[in-house]
C-alpha cells in the first residue's frame, strides 16, 4: 500500500509521531495495528460505502463553473463538499471513525469542537448509530457558536463547556485528551481533522480521501483526463485538503495549493491563523509540527474570521508539503476571502463557508492559462455563516 510519504514510525519527514501519555501508549498501538486491517476489510468498506451514499449523499458533485471560468480565463471545476449531509466534508471522517470504534468494541465516543462543526458531524453519526457521544467545546465557543451546540443536544450529544484556558479548540482539545486518558478502555476519541498523535493524521487522511477518489473519475468522465493542473483547498487542520490531494500526493504534475487564513494579515501575527507562515516547529495535540506561539514559546491564540480555520498548528502532512515545495501555500486574509466569497454566490449561486471562501481567493493570486484544468474544494456551505455574512456586506 502506498504510504503517502509517512515512514512506519508514523512521520512524514521530521512531521508528526505520537507525542501521548503513558496511559494513552496502549490505545494509540491497538489503534495503530488495527486501523489499516479495518479499513481495508471487504465488509467494512462496503458497509461505509453505502452509508457514505445513502446516508451522506456521496457521491458529491464535480461542478463545471462556467461563469466563474470565464472571470478568471481558466478552467474551473468545484469540487461541492458543502453538498454534504450536515453542510461540510466533515462528515467522511467522523462516520468512517464511529463505524472504526464500534468495530473496536468501543461503546463510548469523545471529540473536541472549535466552531462546533466537528462536534455536530460526531453527534449525528452518534444518533445515527446509537453511541453514548460527549463533546468538550471551549466555553468562549459556546457562547460564539450557540447555534452549534443547541444541534449538538438535540441530537442526544452532552455537550462540556471548558472554561480552562482561553476557552478555546486547544483548551477543548485538551479535556477531551484527558478523557480519553481517564477511560482509555471503553472510550474512542474521534479527532476531527488530520491532526494529532499518529495514526490519526493517516487515518483521517484515508477516510477523507473518497474526495480525491471522486475527483479522478469524475473529472476522467468530464474532460477526459484523470488529473487536474491545479487542485485548490482551504487547510486549518488540513483534512479537506488531505482528502482532496490523496490521490494525486505523487503524481508531481498536479500543483497542490493550499491556502491558509491569515486573518488580518502577515503584519499581524497576533491576529492571524496563518501556521505555516507564521509558526515554529512544536507539539501540539500529540505530533510534532508548526505551531503559531507567542514570544515564550507558549501557544498562541490564533485568529480569522472563520471559526473552522483559527486553529493554532496544522498536520504533519501539510507542514512536510509545504517544507519540501511539494505544497505552495497563501496566506489569505479575511477581507480576501468575505470577496471571494461574494465572488461565487453572485457569479454561480453557490453560498460557500467563509473556510472555502479562503480557497477561492487563491484564484486572485495566480495567472492560470486558457488551457489549465482548476479544481477547487468548497468544503462548505455558507449558511453557518450568514450573521458574519450579514454584518460585513451590511445586507
Ligand atoms: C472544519 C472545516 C474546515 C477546516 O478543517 P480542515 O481539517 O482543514 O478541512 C474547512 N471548511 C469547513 C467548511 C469546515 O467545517
Given at each position: 500500500m502506498k504510504n503517502n510519504f509517512l515512514d512506519e514510525n508514523g512521520y512524514y519527514g521530521r512531521f508528526g509521531g505520537a507525542y501521548v501519555?503513558?496511559?494513552?501508549?496502549?490505545?494509540?498501538?491497538?489503534?495503530?495495528?488495527?486501523?489499516?486491517?479495518?479499513?481495508?476489510?471487504?465488509?467494512?468498506k462496503a458497509e461505509l460505502n453505502r452509508l457514505l451514499h445513502h446516508y451522506v449523499g456521496r457521491p458529491t458533485p464535480l461542478y463545471y463553473a462556467s461563469r466563474l471560468s470565464e472571470l478568471y480565463?481558466?478552467?474551473?471545476?468545484?469540487?461541492?463538499?458543502?453538498?454534504?449531509?450536515?453542510?461540510?466534508?466533515?462528515?467522511?471522517?467522523?462516520?468512517?471513525?464511529?463505524?472504526?470504534?464500534?468495530?473496536?468494541?468501543?461503546?463510548?465516543?469523545?471529540?473536541?469542537?472549535?466552531?462546533?462543526?466537528?462536534?455536530?458531524?460526531?453527534?449525528?453519526?452518534?444518533?445515527?448509530?446509537?453511541?453514548?457521544?460527549v463533546i468538550y467545546m471551549g466555553a468562549t465557543d459556546v457562547k460564539r457558536q450557540?447555534?452549534?451546540v443547541q444541534r449538538m443536544r438535540m441530537l442526544?450529544?452532552?455537550?462540556?463547556?471548558?472554561?480552562?484556558?482561553?476557552?478555546?479548540?486547544?483548551?477543548?482539545?485538551?479535556?477531551?485528551?484527558?478523557?480519553?486518558?481517564?477511560?482509555?478502555?471503553?472510550?474512542?476519541?474521534?479527532?476531527?481533522?488530520?491532526?494529532?498523535?499518529?495514526?490519526?493524521?493517516?487515518?483521517?487522511?484515508?477516510?477523507?480521501?473518497?474526495?480525491?477518489?471522486?475527483?479522478?473519475?469524475?473529472l476522467k468522465k468530464q474532460t477526459g483526463r484523470e488529473a487536474p493542473d491545479y487542485l485548490i483547498a482551504c487547510?486549518?487542520?488540513?483534512?479537506?485538503?488531505?482528502?482532496?490531494?490523496?490521490?494525486?500526493?505523487?503524481?508531481?504534475?498536479?500543483?497542490?495549493?493550499?491556502?491558509?487564513?491569515?486573518?488580518f494579515g502577515l503584519d499581524y501575527p497576533l491576529q492571524s491563523a496563518a501556521t505555516i507562515h507564521l509558526g515554529r516547529e512544536g507539539v501540539l495535540h500529540g505530533s510534532k509540527t508548526m505551531v503559531m506561539m507567542d514570544g515564550d514559546g507558549q501557544i498562541a491564540e490564533a485568529f480569522s474570521i472563520s471559526a473552522g480555520l483559527d486553529y493554532p498548528g496544522i498536520g504533519p502532512l501539510h507542514a512536510y508539503l509545504a517544507e519540501t515545495g511539494r505544497s505552495k501555500v497563501f496566506a489569505i486574509t479575511d477581507?480576501?476571502?468575505?470577496?471571494?466569497?461574494?465572488?461565487?454566490?453572485?457569479?454561480?449561486?453557490?453560498?460557500?463557508?467563509?473556510?472555502?471562501?479562503?480557497?477561492?481567493?487563491?484564484?486572485?493570486?495566480?495567472?492560470?492559462?486558457?488551457?489549465?484544468?482548476?479544481?477547487?474544494?468548497v468544503s462548505g456551505r455558507g449558511d453557518k455563516d450568514m450573521n458574519t455574512f450579514a454584518e460585513y456586506f451590511h445586507l
Open positions: 501519555p503513558e496511559i494513552l501508549q496502549k490505545n494509540i498501538s491497538e489503534l495503530k495495528g488495527q486501523y489499516l486491517k479495518i479499513m481495508n476489510d471487504p465488509k467494512f480565463g481558466t478552467h474551473i471545476y468545484l469540487k461541492r463538499e458543502d453538498l454534504c449531509h450536515t453542510g461540510a466534508h466533515k462528515l467522511n471522517n467522523a462516520l468512517g471513525q464511529l463505524m472504526l470504534a464500534k468495530r473496536m468494541g468501543k461503546t463510548r465516543i469523545v471529540a473536541e469542537t472549535g466552531a462546533g462543526q466537528h462536534g455536530v458531524g460526531t453527534a449525528t453519526v452518534c444518533a445515527l448509530m446509537n453511541m453514548e457521544c450557540y447555534l452549534n442526544g450529544a452532552k455537550v462540556i463547556p471548558v472554561t480552562t484556558g482561553n476557552g478555546t479548540l486547544k483548551d477543548a482539545t485538551n479535556e477531551a485528551m484527558r478523557d480519553w486518558c481517564c477511560n482509555p478502555i471503553d472510550t474512542y476519541y474521534i479527532i476531527g481533522s488530520v491532526v494529532g498523535p499518529d495514526p490519526y493524521p493517516d487515518m483521517v487522511a484515508r477516510f477523507q480521501s473518497v474526495i480525491s477518489e471522486e475527483i479522478t473519475k469524475q487547510v486549518g487542520g488540513g483534512s479537506n485538503a488531505a482528502g482532496t490531494f490523496f490521490k494525486y500526493l505523487e503524481n508531481e504534475k498536479v500543483k497542490l495549493y493550499v491556502a491558509e487564513a491569515a486573518g477581507s480576501e476571502a468575505m470577496s471571494a466569497a461574494l465572488t461565487l454566490t453572485q457569479k454561480e449561486g453557490i453560498i460557500p463557508a467563509i473556510e472555502s471562501a479562503h480557497a477561492l481567493a487563491v484564484l486572485d493570486k495566480c495567472r492560470f492559462k486558457s488551457s489549465d484544468v482548476v479544481v477547487i474544494t
